[in-house]
């Protein structure tokens, strides 16, 4: 094989893995920035009782629902919002565990 003809193989493939990168970067939010502002959607951390997920859904115990942000909730991507008394379950995706967790922490 001709010296070159790999080079040229070695650059194609670079650069395709330069723009794969870039893509996965591009369509890659920044969890721990939507966090924070999901948390201050839902009113703030002290107005955040307790959470729980399921595979794709957030349910989380409000002191005082009235604080939420239903359209921000929404601008950040909540797929739906239903309320039940003091409680909001918002479908999120596959974030909803690592919001649990990150919640936790900050509750600490």
Do not use: W
């Not at 959470?51 to 942000?69: C, G």
């Not at 039940?84 to 379950?89: G, P, S, T």
Request: contains cysteine; proline residues 1%; aromatic residues 4%.
């Amino acid at each position: 094989m001709d010296f070159n003809l790999v080079i040229e193989y070695i650059i194609i493939i670079a650069v395709l893995l330069i723009i794969a990168l870039v893509i996965v970067k591009l369509n890659h939010k920044d969890f721990n920035m939507d966090v924070n502002k999901l948390v201050k959607c839902l009113g703030g951390k002290d107005n955040i009782l307790d959470s729980e997920t399921t595979m794709s859904r957030f349910k989380v115990t409000l002191k005082d629902v009235s604080k939420a942000d239903k359209e921000g909730l929404a601008k950040l991507g909540a797929q739906g919002i239903v309320e039940i008394e003091n409680q909001l379950k918002i479908i999120l995706g596959p974030n909803s565990k690592q919001l649990k967790r990150y919640i936790k922490e900050i509750k600490k």
